[in-house]
C-alpha cells in the first residue's frame, strides 16, 4: 500500500504540475487582458511580500515533519500527542507575531512605493495585502494538520485536493474577471479556497487519527526542535531573498510595469522548479527513515536515481525554452515582453543542477547536515541581494535575473558539489559523469532544434507546434537509446501497463 501510495502520489503530484502548468499559461494572458499588466504586477509584488511574513514558521513545518515520523516509527504516541499540541501552541504564538508585522507592513506601504506607484496603485496593494495576509496569518496553526497527514504519507489525498483546487480556483477567478469583477474579487476567491483546503485538511488528519495533547513540554526536546528549525528557516529565509526580494527591488526602482515584465519570466522558472519537485516532494519521510536505518548506500543511489529521472524533464524542457522560448511569449503575451526570456534563462540554466540535486537538500535535513547549506546560502543571498540593487538600477529588471544567477552558480552549483562530496558523502563524481553522459544526446537533438528554427522562420502557432512537437519526438527517440539506463526504461514499461 505504501509503494502505491508512493507512486500514485507522484504520479497525481505530476498530474498537478502539468495541470497548474497548463492553467497558468492560458490564466496569464487572460489576466493581463482583463485586469491590465498593472493588476498582475501588483498582485505578484504583494505574493512576494506575504513570503516574507510567510518565514516566520522558522522552518517548524519540516521539523514537525522530522520529529512525528520518528516518534511513530518509534512508537512514542504519547510523545507524538505532545508533539502537536506543542507546535499548535507555538503556531499560534507565530500567527500573532505575523499580524502584528502584518499591521506595520501595511501602514508602511506607501512611504516604500510611493515614488513609482499611482494612488490608485497603492490603495490596491493595500487591499490585496490585506486579504492575503489573512490567508498567511491562518495558515500558521492549520499547517499542523497538514504536515501530520504528510508524515503518514497520505499523498494520494493531498495531491488530490491540491489538484481539485488548482483547477476551480483559476475557473472561478475567470468567470469573475470575464464577468467585470477587478483584482480584488479575483483574490479573495483564492483565500476563499485556500480557507477551504485548511479545513478539509484537519479533518481528515483527525480522521486518520492525529491527537492533540498540552501536557508539560519537554525543554531539551524545544531546544532541539529550535536548533534544528533555526538551520532549516535560514534556507526558507534564503528562498525568499532569492525569490521575493527582486519584485519588491523593482517594485521599488522601477515601477509595476517592470514587475509585470519581470514576473512573466519568473513564470517559467516556478513551473521549471514545480516539474523537479514531483519527485522529490514526496520522498523526504522515506529518506528519513532510510537515514534511520543507516542504508547509506540505498540513500546515495535514490540521490543519482532521482536526479538523472528530473534531468531527463528539464533537459526537455529548459533546451526546448533556449530554442523556442521567444517564439512562445511572442504567441503567449506579446512582443513587448519579449524582455522576459532573457530573465528566463538567466535563472533557468543555473537553476538547473540544485533542482536534480534537490533530494541532496532532504538528505542534509534527514541527517541533521543542513546547517552549513543553510550559512552558505545566507551569505550567497546577501550578495545575491546587493547585486539585484546594484543592476537593477543600470539595467532594469534582467539585473536581478542576472544576480540571481550568479548567486546560483557560486552558492548552489560550485559550494555544495564540494560539500556534498567531501561531507555529505554522496558520489558526486559518479552524478556528474551520468549528467555528462546524458548531456551528450541533448546536445545533438539541440542542433536538430537550431535547424528546425532555421527553417521554420515565421512566428505562428503552426510552425511553433510543429518545432515544439518534432523536437520532444526527437528528444525522446534519442535519450531513450543513448541516455536512458535500463532502470529508467523499465519505469517506462511498468507505467504503461
Known amino acids: 500500500m505504501a509503494r502505491n501510495e508512493l507512486k500514485i502520489g507522484t504520479a497525481l503530484s505530476m498530474m498537478t504540475i502539468i495541470t497548474s502548468s497548463v492553467i497558468q499559461i492560458l490564466y496569464t494572458p487572460l489576466y493581463m487582458k482583463y485586469l491590465g499588466p498593472g493588476d498582475y504586477g501588483i498582485n505578484s509584488l504583494v505574493q512576494s511580500i506575504m513570503g516574507y511574513i510567510s518565514i516566520l514558521n522558522l522552518g517548524l513545518g519540516n521539523t514537525m515533519l522530522r520529529y512525528t515520523t520518528r516518534y511513530r516509527a518509534e512508537g512514542k504516541i504519547e510523545e507524538e500527542k505532545s508533539l502537536n499540541g506543542m507546535f499548535l501552541v507555538i503556531f499560534s504564538i507565530l500567527m500573532t507575531i505575523a499580524f502584528i508585522i502584518g499591521v506595520y507592513i501595511y501602514i508602511n506601504i506607501g512611504k516604500f512605493f510611493g515614488e513609482r506607484f499611482t494612488l490608485v496603485e497603492l490603495e490596491k496593494t493595500k487591499a490585496v495585502f490585506i486579504i492575503l495576509a489573512l490567508n498567511v496569518i491562518i495558515s500558521f496553526p492549520m499547517g499542523i494538520f497538514s504536515t501530520n497527514i504528510t508524515s503518514r504519507e497520505k499523498f494520494i489525498y493531498q495531491r488530490g485536493v ?13 468567470i469573475l474577471m470575464i464577468n467585470g469583477f477587478g483584482l480584488i474579487a479575483v483574490t479573495v476567491s483564492t483565500v476563499c479556497f485556500a480557507i477551504l483546503s485548511y479545513f478539509f485538511d484537519m479533518i481528515y488528519a483527525f480522521k486518520l487519527g492525529m491527537k492533540i495533547k498540552f501536557s508539560k513540554f519537554n525543554n531539551d526536546i524545544l531546544k532541539e526542535i529550535f536548533v534544528y528549525s533555526f538551520f532549516i528557516f535560514l534556507n526558507v529565509l534564503i528562498d525568499q531573498i532569492y525569490w521575493g526580494t527582486d519584485r519588491v527591488i523593482i517594485g521599488k526602482y522601477v515601477g509595476v510595469q517592470g514587475i509585470a515584465i519581470y514576473s512573466v519570466g519568473a513564470i517559467f522558472n516556478t513551473l521549471y522548479m514545480g516539474f523537479a519537485s514531483a519527485v522529490s516532494g514526496v520522498l523526504f519521510p522515506r529518506i528519513n527513515r532510510l537515514i534511520v536505518e543507516e542504508k547509506h548506500q540505498e540513500v546515495d543511489d535514490m540521490f543519482l536515481k532521482i536526479g538523472r529521472l528530473q534531468y531527463i524533464l528539464l533537459g526537455l524542457i529548459s533546451s526546448g525554452f533556449i530554442l523556442f522560448g521567444k517564439d512562445f511569449i511572442t504567441l503567449w503575451v506579446g512582443k513587448e515582453y519579449i524582455e522576459a526570456y532573457n530573465i528566463a534563462l538567466w535563472i533557468m540554466i543555473p537553476l538547473t543542477v540544485p533542482l536534480i540535486q534537490s533530494t541532496g537538500v532532504s538528505i542534509m535535513q534527514a541527517k541533521n547536515m543542513h546547517q552549513f547549506r543553510s550559512i552558505v546560502y545566507f551569505i550567497i543571498a546577501i550578495l545575491n541581494l546587493l547585486l539585484s540593487i546594484i543592476f537593477v538600477k543600470k539595467v532594469g529588471a534582467i539585473g536581478c535575473a542576472i544576480a540571481t544567477g550568479i548567486s546560483f552558480i557560486l552558492g548552489q552549483i560550485i559550494v555544495m558539489n564540494i560539500y556534498y562530496k567531501v561531507s555529505v558523502g554522496l558520489d558526486i563524481v559518479k ?37 515544439i512537437g518534432l523536437y520532444t519526438i526527437s528528444y525522446g527517440i534519442l535519450l531513450w537509446f543513448m541516455g536512458l539506463n535500463n532502470y529508467e526504461k523499465s519505469q517506462v514499461y511498468i507505467w504503461k501497463k
Open 431 to 467: 552524478f556528474w559523469k551520468n549528467i555528462i553522459k546524458m548531456s551528450i544526446p541533448m546536445g545533438i537533438v539541440m542542433i536538430f532544434g537550431y535547424i528546425l528554427n532555421y527553417y521554420l522562420i515565421e512566428i505562428n502557432y503552426l510552425n511553433f507546434l510543429i518545432k
Open 162 to 174: 491540491k489538484l481539485i483546487t488548482i483547477i476551480l480556483n483559476p475557473i472561478v477567478g475567470a
